[in-house]
């Protein structure tokens, strides 16, 4: 598929509490289904430890791969968020209070007659030379330094902040998909199926199954760029469950006349 333009992602959410469990990541799947509109195939997610050289090593290895890097997580005001510190050292850059971020935060505090502490000063740490990424819902900024998006860890605010960003990416062609109900369960359809996929290299092919009662099914979803690869893949998968179909009929009658 020369002719589409495919642009790729990775996500590294960060933090103790998604490993231990603690915490349920909502992140991920919110961001999954942003890009795909969007035509950006995200790729590869890694979850870290609020462990500097954790962050540095992930976070080096997928801005090399994909044209862009989100993070979630550990830009807070407390001792463990590290994220501004680990992202400084990947980019071998010093973590410095930015000017802006920090004019943003104390005129928030101001207004709400609240101390602009150390701990809160902290949230304004970043990269030097990183481009803010505003925050609409509670003031401190994520940040962008080359191809990697740095954003909290609080679905409110990562949403928010995924908002302000998506406009601003480069997007490829929209990936395609169509959903085709099959009644039989991948022992059937796995030899036939994977014929297809071969058959059809513009496609992606994935089979969902399904257990309801006593009986095994599948979703059988074709994905693709070109609608017209989708259609002709879709029209032999079609073509498969019919045979299997006619198959299973012919081997049921045998049975009955014995």
Do not use: W
Request: hydrophobic share 45%; with cysteine.
């Amino acid at each position: 598929m020369s002719h589409d333009t495919v642009v790729t992602a990775a996500m590294l959410a960060i933090g103790d509490e998604l490993l231990s469990g603690r915490t349920k990541d909502k992140n991920i799947g919110h961001l999954a289904d942003l890009l795909t509109l969007s035509g950006i195939d995200l790729k590869e997610v890694r979850i870290v430890a609020d462990d500097e050289e954790a962050i540095v090593e992930a976070l080096n290895a997928l801005r090399a791969r994909y044209d862009y890097v989100f993070t979630s997580g550990g830009i807070g005001p407390t001792h463990d968020d590290i994220t501004a510190d680990a992202i400084s050292k990947a980019f071998d850059l010093p973590c410095e209070y930015d000017e802006a971020a920090m004019m943003l935060l104390a005129d928030m505090y101001r207004r709400r007659e609240m101390e602009f502490t150390e701990a809160r000063q902290r949230m304004a740490r970043m990269p030097r030379g990183a481009v803010h990424i505003p925050n609409p819902v509670s003031t401190a900024p994520g940040f962008i330094i080359g191809n990697v998006y740095v954003m909290a860890g609080v679905p409110q605010v990562f949403q928010a902040m995924i908002d302000n960003v998506l406009p601003t990416l480069r997007t490829g062609t929209p990936v395609l998909s169509l959903a085709i109900a099959c009644p039989y369960g991948e022992g059937d359809i796995g030899t036939p199926l994977a014929a297809i996929q071969k058959a059809h290299p513009d496609t992606s092919i994935g089979s969902y199954p399904r257990y309801i009662g006593q009986k095994f099914s599948t979703e059988i979803v074709v994905r693709g760029r070109a609608q017209a690869a989708i259609d002709a893949a879709g029209a032999e998968v079609h073509a498969m469950i019919d045979a299997i179909r006619r198959k299973k009929d012919i081997t049921e009658n045998h049975s009955a006349e014995a």
